[in-house]
Nanobody, 114 residues
């Protein structure tokens, strides 16, 4: 049974930091590209960051320089370190795993507000 479980979301002030985690199980994690997406209220889900099995990363322009994606294949976990957070970063953040098929987690809420 495939599971992707996100954690680490919460309420943070503008300029603050959060680290999201996504724990994977039920598939060979090291063979999959992993990604983070987000969906703000009333908006479509959008790409945030991704990391290939070999460690190559890619970022949306809006988060480049502020967010860092990483993976620990020994722990079957992917992370998203988010710094210098802005109110526009408020959204539900979803983890996904992609190879020939795509798996999604249930999401974790991130709210950036003073």
């Amino acid at each position: 049974q495939v599971q992707l479980v996100e954690s680490g979301g919460g309420l943070v002030q503008p300029g603050g930091s959060l680290r999201l985690s996504c724990a994977a199980s039920g598939f060979t994690f090291s063979n999959y590209a992993m990604g983070w997406f987000r969906q703000a209220p009333g908006k479509q889900r959008e790409f945030v960051a991704s990391i290939t099995p070999g460690g190559t990363t890619n970022y949306a322009h809006s988060v480049k320089g502020r967010f860092t994606i990483s993976r620990d294949n020994a722990k079957n976990t992917v992370y998203l370190q988010m710094n210098s957070l802005k109110s526009d970063d408020t959204a539900i953040y979803y983890c996904n795993a992609q190879r020939s098929i795509v798996y999604w987690g249930q999401g974790t809420q991130v709210t950036v507000s003073s």
